[in-house]
């Protein structure tokens, strides 16, 4: 059983030795504690995870709140999650293009989480 700090620690080290991570591939490595009936959000109705457990929730945002980041979310297509084994929601539309005020309804966003590359100087 880990906790939601050293599942965010090895989130972001899978991220940097594979380039990327998608939630099928966390759910590779957690198992049944990745699993769960939690859906994350990240804009108004801009869903990026479906099936995700209360704990890597938490990892996640710990990743998204830590400064300097380690990880940034990135978008990529919806193959991806489809190899990767990642649960897509069905009757769910694509999130193309976010608008400024978010979707009125809820949209599913392809995305993965990759480690933060320096800027250049």
Known sequence: MTTAQEMADKIADIAAAESDITHGRMISAFGDEARGDISLEIGENVIVMVGASEKLTKALRI??????????????????????????????????????KGYKTPHFASVFWRPVRPSAP
């Not at 649960?87 to 976010?98: E, L, V, Y």
């Open 63 to 100: 990743l998204r709140d830590e400064t300097p980041r380690r990880v940034e979310v990135v978008p990529c297509h919806w193959l991806c999650h489809l190899s990767d084994g990642s649960p897509i929601p069905a009757n769910m539309p694509r999130a193309i293009r976010p608008p400024k």
